[in-house]
């Protein structure tokens, strides 16, 4: 490791450290900001972010609008591009004021990290996606195998996700007595559930399938009788 990069890593703990702690952020939103640190590291050849000038950050700035994502092979979104200039920006900020890099960093240079009002606008711009259908669900529920206790937990969970809309790692966090048939409702209580942002709400069953709702209604009842969970 070279010496510029064993200060940049010092450095960036330090902020870590900082986000965590000063601002409570979670681990996974400091993964994705040390993943934009990472990308500009790469595209400056690791240099000493005490040597930072603002025409590292157009010349990265090009370099981004013309990277492509390594999985897809397309270019990266302009929702990505933004998420990761503005991580930038928020640390270069950050260093502007911290002791030994004042004197080489300007408030100003970080604001070099800014994309024009129009792609900001493209990249906030909310989009409908895609969804399956009710008819396209009720096929998949119907022709799922449900011989065994794994197989019928995961059309259970389908059928929730169809009635409430919960996202995924709310789903693989709820408890049998979160889950109220008889009221109509789950409790996503972020003690336990992984919900966004850590809330606490209650999600409602929509009146969409009766066979869905019979779907988590038999399962949650196997749950208590036959397998003898508790709440």
Known sequence: MTKATAANERIKREYFRYLKEAHGR???TIDGIAKSLARFEEATGDRDFKRFHREQAVAFKSKLAAAVN?????????ATVLGTLRDLRSFFMWLAREPGFRSHIAYADADYFNLPDKEVAVARA?????????????QVLETMPSDGPLERRDRALIAVATLTG??????????????DVAGGFVDQDARHVRTKA???????????????????????????RDHLWGA
Not at 166 to 179: K, P
């Open 198 to 224: 850590a809330k606490t709400f209650r999600t409602y069953f929509m009146p969409v399938d009766d066979d869905a709702m019979a779907l988590i209604r038999d399962w949650t009842e196997e749950l208590a």
């Open 70 to 78: 390594a999985r897809t092979g397309e270019r990266l979104s302009k």
């Open 166 to 179: 919960a996202r995924v790692g709310a789903l693989a966090s709820l408890r049998l007595a979160d889950v």
């Open 126 to 138: 909310r989009r409908e996606k895609r969804v399956p259908t009710l008819d396209q669900v009720g």
């Open 26 to 28: 979670d681990e996974a």
